[in-house]
């Protein structure tokens, strides 16, 4: 071995490692016990039967700087191979490397885990392996990757740009990660039990793969959340954005556009297993698409969503946006406008644990040939708290929500001009002893279907209660099952005279003002002003956490006051 030796403008071509042992290794250059430094150098056409075909190091410290290592071939490790050895490599390009196994670039194992991988304004181009990791490959020790760029590399397997494996702590800042394919998992990368301290600042665009068309993570830890971009990766079967597995993961300020998969989760797809959860903050999903959860599909991982917008994305079967099965979900200040599916326009709940969507909007979502414009659930609890649904369509029922069995609430919302080719034009509720229908200080107009434009109760109509609502022009306010028992209705302002319960009123004419952002503001003279049941409000929005007395339902923004006014209430700026 040597130490503190640098080599500068060197040229190593043509070399061959094609004997025995460690006579294998290093086609271009062997390292034992070393420490290099090498300098505007040149590695090429150099090949090894086992690996290492540009360049072998172990148990040494090797450093790259301004040097290129290219058209080298080897078992692992096309270009570089490092055995328990540090690596850095500066203002680099890896390129048109190929290994018959792992690591078309570069092959990184550290069994020691003390050794550090550094790669700083470097491209990884066109290398391929036929087994993982076509740019490079990676177990054990720290990796940090920064201003690097993977381009174009292939793997047969896992992870077409990157795998970072086993006990990897890795960093990644900055990342160009493009147009690589992966023959099975992770086109752009693939995250295998492996620790990420940061990941920020990394676009991952037009990647392929069978399953996590721009990345895989499985059994992989995050110390920071994710911050990056996804866009026009595709998947063979699930993920096209990303494929998760058995990891907690946060998504922060995120785009996802134009990311496709065969099957389940446009942009994300997320399983599992007993337990693990999904957070999505301040970030944008548009022009998704797949079979089920053209944006995201999750099954057993909990799910939150908050400050994010879903823009016109597409299942072919069921989730324009979002599709989840047996976990929870709760979205919060988030918008879903234009995404379609076959049901559940804007989201399918399928079998899921307590969900809750708040402070949301709705709009021009459309089921095309099922039920739910907006929201469609099966078996599954559900509250629709402050939100507001525009102009959503369902070709049979429930043009905004489309609501099977599971306990339902829906407090302080907003419905305008939804539409159902059959039943509910706002909201068709499945209602039973076990699974009943809670409606209140909720405001509905202009919503159109065939049978009651308002809301339509299936099945056992006497399980629902519904509150302090105001109804116009819904060509049928409340209705269900001919000769069915009637819901509890009381407090409620429609233009059809409602029978069942106490305090019901008919307005004269329509006693709603349109806001500037879709509210319904009641008029100041309407008989739905001071006509409520307070301490039915005071229920209802204790549950959302709410005081209605805080609120308005006026245009110019005066409080609630005194008896508590019917139908939705809004925030005062």
Known sequence: GVEGVTLDGLTVTAGRAEGLGTSS???????????????????????????????????????????TVANNTAFDGGGVALEDSSFSISNGFVTDNVADDDGGGIWFDDA????????????????????????????????????????????VDDGGGLLAGDNVSLVLDILYVARNVSGENGGGLFLDSTSVQTFEGVDLVDNEAYDGGG???????????????????????????????????????????????????GAIHSYEGLSGSLDVTGSMFS????????????????????????????????????????????????????????????????????????????????????????????????DVFSSRFDNNDASLYGGALGLGTGYKQVFDCTFTDNTAGTEGGAIRAHVTASSPLWVGSTSLRN????????????????????????????????????????????????????????????????????????ELFLLPASVC???????????????????????STQMDGSLDAGIVDMGAHYAVE
């Not at 036929?130 to 054990?140: K, P, R, S, T």
């Not at 989730?319 to 919060?332: E, F, K, N, R």
């Not at 000769?483 to 709603?512: K, Q, R, W, Y």
């Open 529 to 551: 002003v001071d006509a409520g049941d307070s301490a039915a409000a005071s229920t209802d929005y204790g549950v959302i956490g709410l005081d209605w007395a805080d609120l």
């Open 112 to 155: 020691t885990a003390f050794n550090t991988f550094e790669s700083n304004f470097t491209t990884f181009a066109r290398n391929g392996a036929a087994d993982d990791g076509g740019g490079a490959w990676l177990q054990g020790g720290d990796a940090t990757f920064f201003a690097t760029d993977f381009l174009d590399n292939t793997t």
């Open 25 to 67: 290794t290093g086609g271009g250059l062997y390292l034992l016990d070393s420490e290099v430094e090498i300098r505007q150098s040149i590695v090429d056409t150099n090949a090894a039967v086992g690996a290492g075909g540009g360049i072998y190091a172990e148990s040494s410290a090797l450093e790259l700087n301004n040097s």
């Open 287 to 382: 022009s998704n698409s797949a079979s089920d959860g053209g944006a995201l599909w999750a099954s057993r991982s909990d799910t939150t969503m908050s400050t994010s917008s879903f823009t016109s994305n597409m299942a072919t079967g069921s989730g324009g946006a979002i599709s989840l099965t047996q976990a929870s979900l709760d979205v919060s200040n988030s918008s879903f406008v234009s995404n379609q599916g076959d049901s559940g326009g804007g989201i399918l709940l399928s079998s899921a644990d307590h969900s809750q969507i708040r402070n949301t909007e709705f709009q021009s979502n459309v089921a095309s040939s099922g039920f739910g414009g907006a929201v469609a659930t099966g078996s599954s609890w559900v």
């Open 215 to 265: 990345m895989r993570i499985d059994s992989s830890t995050f110390a920071s959340p994710i911050v990056a971009t996804f866009v026009g990766n595709v998947a063979g079967v699930d993920g096209g954005g990303v494929s998760m597995t058995y990891s907690d993961l946060w998504f922060d300020a995120c785009t996802f556009d134009g990311n496709s998969a065969t099957n389940d989760g």
């Open 447 to 518: 919503n159109v279907a065939a049978d009651i434009g308002g809301i339509f109760l299936n099945s056992q109509p006497q399980h629902a209660v519904l509150r302090n609502l105001v109804l116009w022009g819904n060509g049928g306010d409340v209705g269900g099952v001919a000769g069915a028992p009637s819901p509890t209705i009381s407090n409620v302002c429609s233009e059809f005279f409602l029978e069942a319960g106490g305090g019901n009123l008919v307005p004269a004419s329509d006693p709603f003002v349109a806001g500037p952002d879709g």
